[in-house]
């Protein structure tokens, strides 16, 4: 108790398996941007020559958006919900 900073080592830091998680996705992250980009366009092409839906197109986006987007999603619903 006489060194406060390793009392609250655990919420001052997150711990190990806090800080590999956060790695480890910004990590997979930036592998996936250049290839979600590329898909994105494939999909656009395929869409503008009528091989698929643009519903399927849709879809596609969306869930890239929630892919992507996730920790702000996760953030702002926390800051919704008070936590």
């Given at each position: 108790m006489l060194?406060?900073?390793w009392a609250w080592a655990q919420a001052?830091?997150?711990g190990p398996f806090a800080t590999g998680a956060q790695s480890?996705?910004?990590?997979?992250?930036t592998i996936?941007?250049?290839?979600?980009?590329?898909?994105v366009m494939v999909l656009g092409v395929a869409a503008w020559f009528n091989k698929i839906s643009w519903w399927w197109c849709a879809a596609a986006a969306i869930g890239l958006?929630?892919?992507f987007g996730a920790p702000q999603i996760v953030s702002w619903v926390r800051g919704m919900a008070g936590v």
């Amino acid at each position: 108790m006489l060194l406060p900073a390793w009392a609250w080592a655990q919420a001052a830091g997150g711990g190990p398996f806090a800080t590999g998680a956060q790695s480890f996705q910004t990590n997979l992250l930036t592998i996936l941007t250049p290839i979600a980009v590329v898909a994105v366009m494939v999909l656009g092409v395929a869409a503008w020559f009528n091989k698929i839906s643009w519903w399927w197109c849709a879809a596609a986006a969306i869930g890239l958006i929630l892919v992507f987007g996730a920790p702000q999603i996760v953030s702002w619903v926390r800051g919704m919900a008070g936590v």
